[in-house]
């Protein structure tokens, strides 16, 4: 199985700093990578699709991008809606897995 | 709009069994691959498996923790896709979800998801 390895496991930043998650895969699924935003109590939702691709409605605030075996989800001006814990998932191949999330606070 | 709907979660004791139902509505439910994702209470998110349209073959596939004890179906009659699960563990304990990728072409970016059913495990 693709082992999925996100840093940090948390965070604390300040409205308008800019944040980067890392997700480190176990081998290389080219750009195979999705990642999610999950508030408490909330099913997630996706934010990215293939590495780098923004969602519908997704502020143009979060970005993302890598290829092979590491991934970055970049918020830039953190803003206090986006306090949730974040999540990348591996498309390459089944079975599908989830990296073990980031939690970011806002300070 | 697009909506799935899990029913279904319950307290069951170990080695029992349950039934999930996921019903969904607003878009070709039969042209869609079915997924199951569960997640542990403060935990993060599990893959458990999934089913392919029947146009594509219809099979089923499965996370090494669930397989031989769970099985997914469908029926495309009544837009339901169900998690048929036996011999239940402690650590089965989860919110399942119920989870597709509505865009063109057989993918896994789940972009809708249900609202969950809490199915625990325990004596």
């Known amino acids: 199985d693709i082992q ?24 290389n699924i080219n750009r195979n990578v999705n990642w999610y935003q999950q508030r408490p109590g909330k099913a997630p939702k996706i934010l990215i699709n293939t590495a780098s691709d923004l969602e519908p409605g997704v502020p143009s605030r979060i970005s993302g991008s890598g290829s092979g075996t590491e991934f970055t989800l970049t918020i830039t001006s953190l803003q206090p809606e986006d306090s949730a814990t974040y999540y990348c998932q591996q498309s390459y ?11 970011v606070e806002i300070k | ?29 039969s042209s869609e691959w079915m997924n199951w994702v569960r997640q542990t209470p403060g935990k993060g998110l599990e893959w458990v498996g999934r089913i392919w349209s029947i146009n594509d073959g219809g099979t089923a596939e499965y ?12 029926d495309d009659s009544e837009n339901t896709v169900t ?41």
Request: charged content about 15%; some cysteine; proline content about 3%.
């Open chain 1, 4 to 27: 999925m390895t996100q840093s940090p496991s948390s965070l604390s930043a300040s409205v308008g700093d800019r944040v980067t998650i890392t997700c480190r895969s176990s081998q």
């Open chain 1, 93 to 103: 191949i089944v079975p599908l897995t989830f990296g073990g999330g980031t939690k």
């Open chain 2, 1 to 29: 709009e697009a909506q799935l709907v899990e029913s279904g979660g319950a307290l069951v004791k170990p080695g029992g069994s349950l039934r999930l139902s996921c019903t969904a509505s607003g878009f070709t439910f």
């Open chain 2, 63 to 74: 996370g090494a923790p669930v397989n031989g004890r769970f099985t997914i179906s469908r």
């Open chain 2, 83 to 123: 998690l048929d699960m036996n011999s239940l563990k402690i650590e089965d304990t989860a919110i399942y979800y119920c989870v597709t990728d509505l865009k063109i072409g057989a993918g896994s970016d789940f972009d809708l998801w249900g609202r969950g059913t809490l199915v625990t495990v325990s004596s």
